[in-house]
């Protein structure tokens, strides 16, 4: 997973053509930290399909405002550098997010 901030986000999601998975987490956000594991095991999965890439909403809180992040943990799906799905809080499930990203392939 490429770890984002605000400098890196637009060039790696933004510009990105294809489908881009951004984990936005923060680190005092215990089950965002729970479920880390989870999409980084997705991310190895579905490595092939799509790009997989993290931002600590921490260091970009006006960047995650920007984007419409309502609430941690969320998973969004950017496809050619437009947010097409997420999945949020306690919808964000291992078997949420995979769903989600199979609707992609």
């Known amino acids: 997973m490429i770890a984002l901030d605000k400098n ?7 510009k990105h053509e294809g489908i881009v998975v951004v984990d936005f987490w923060s680190e005092g ?11 980084e095991e997705l991310s190895n999965q579905y490595a092939d ?5 993290k ?13 419409k992040v309502l609430g941690l943990p969320t998973i969004a799906i ?3 550098g437009a947010k097409i799905d997420e999945v949020t809080k306690d919808d ?4 949420n997010i995979e769903e989600m ?5």
Do not use: G, Q, S
Request: proline share 4%; charged share 40%.
């Open 8 to 14: 890196t986000f637009e060039e790696e999601v933004l």
């Open 92 to 95: 964000a499930t291992k078997i």
């Open 29 to 39: 956000c215990e089950p965002c930290k729970a479920l880390l594991p989870e999409v």
């Open 49 to 53: 399909n799509f790009k997989f890439c």
């Open 78 to 80: 950017y496809r050619d």
């Open 101 to 105: 990203i199979k609707k992609y392939i």
């Open 55 to 67: 931002l600590d909403t921490t260091k970009a809180r006006r960047l995650a405002i920007k984007e």
